[in-house]
């Protein structure tokens, strides 16, 4: 209700309600798990409340530095992913952003599925922690369909779901990507990448996950790879 009524305040230029609120939200912010605070983030970009943004960051990185590839960060916006992969810089090692990265572009179809080959998935599921970061205990005959699809190579579930969900509207829609949305989308992809350090990765792990990915070509991938450690 109070980022409604903030949304309302910024839009209709009423400072005194986006102050109210703001207000309000800097209160409950120290509270909120990273799922809520992603949701603030969102908004306070949308609103382009540059204090907002400030404390978002500052509660992600205090208090969710271990968690923040998360699932939430899926429904993030193109440009403010972006923001949020810079923010990652430092606190999350570089395979951990790459990975995010990649789920994103492929989950949000912004590259196709066949870039990706096994590596898809690789963010926080919301039911392996509780609030407090502590894990959620499985009831008792519970299967672990993710545990044994990443055992097997394989995106979780979840994931799977999405991308059948993607493919089957691909073939509902005939209407091709126009040229231009494609090459948004690969200029798109290129910024993000040059927000990794591909130089702090370890050799092994750059093998196991950017190796197999389709965001870099064959050049690029050496390239890279001699500046692993």
């Not at 799922?35 to 907002?52: P, S, T, W, Y």
Request: one cysteine or more; glycine letters at 6%; hydrophobic letters at 35%.
């Amino acid at each position: 209700m109070v980022m409604e009524l903030l949304q309302c305040g910024s839009t209709w230029l009423v400072e005194s309600l986006v102050s109210d609120c703001v207000e309000i939200m800097k209160g409950k912010i120290t509270i909120l798990d990273i799922g809520d605070l992603l949701r603030v983030f969102q908004k306070a970009h949308d609103i382009m409340h540059e204090n907002l943004i400030s404390l978002c960051v500052q509660e992600i990185r205090k208090r969710f530095s271990q968690r923040m590839n998360c699932y939430e960060v899926l429904f993030l916006t193109s440009d403010v992913f972006e923001q949020y992969l810079i923010i990652t810089e430092g606190y999350l090692p570089q395979i951990e952003r790459f990975k995010m990265m990649q789920t994103y572009l492929t989950v949000n179809g912004l590259i196709d599925n066949g870039a990706v080959n096994g590596v898809v998935g690789q963010v926080e599921l919301p039911e392996t922690t509780n609030k407090d970061g502590g894990q959620i205990e499985k009831k008792e005959g519970e299967s672990n369909d993710e545990d044994c699809s990443e055992s097997n190579g394989e995106p979780p579930t979840w994931i799977r779901l999405i991308l059948d969900t993607n493919e089957k509207k691909a073939h509902e829609v005939t209407i091709p990507e126009e040229p231009k949305d494609k090459l948004i989308h690969q200029e798109y992809v290129k910024t993000l990448l040059g927000h990794i350090k591909f130089g702090s990765m370890l050799k092994k792990d750059f093998y196991s996950v950017v190796g197999k990915s389709g965001l870099l070509n064959e050049k690029e991938k050496y390239e890279y790879l001699y500046l692993t450690q």
